[in-house]
């Protein structure tokens, strides 16, 4: 069974950074796409980036400039940076693996809560 495990979360202050990593420790599949959801309460699961294996990435608008996205192919890891963090970036940060195959795997969540 294939397990993402996703680490990095926490509460920070406006304006902190953090950076949340997420990897499929033995799993043996491949990502092709390595994707950061989020989803705050009330509110419906939203992108926020997604790389692929190329490098080609996507971020969702609100935060763009704020956050970068990156992985590393030997390792299956995918990071996301995130700095200028908001009130509004809280929400529990889902990691998300699509093979080239086309199955789709996601980690439990990892909570990111923004306040002062």
């Known amino acids: 069974q294939v397990q993402l495990v996703e680490s990095g979360g926490g509460v920070v202050q406006p304006g902190e950074s953090l950076r949340l990593s997420c990897t499929s420790p033995g799993s043996g599949i491949t990502a092709y796409v390595m994707g950061w959801y989020r989803q705050a309460p009330g509110d419906q699961r939203e992108l926020v980036a997604r790389i692929t294996a190329s490098n080609i990435i996507e971020y969702s608008d609100s935060v763009k400039g704020r956050f970068t996205i990156s992985r590393d192919n030997a390792q299956n890891t995918a990071y996301l940076q995130m700095n200028s963090l908001k009130p509004d970036d809280t929400a529990v940060y889902y990691c998300?693996?699509?093979?080239?195959?086309?199955?789709?795997?996601w980690g439990k969540g990892t909570l990111v809560t923004v306040s002062s």
């Open positions: 998300n693996i699509q093979t080239l195959g086309g199955t789709t795997y």
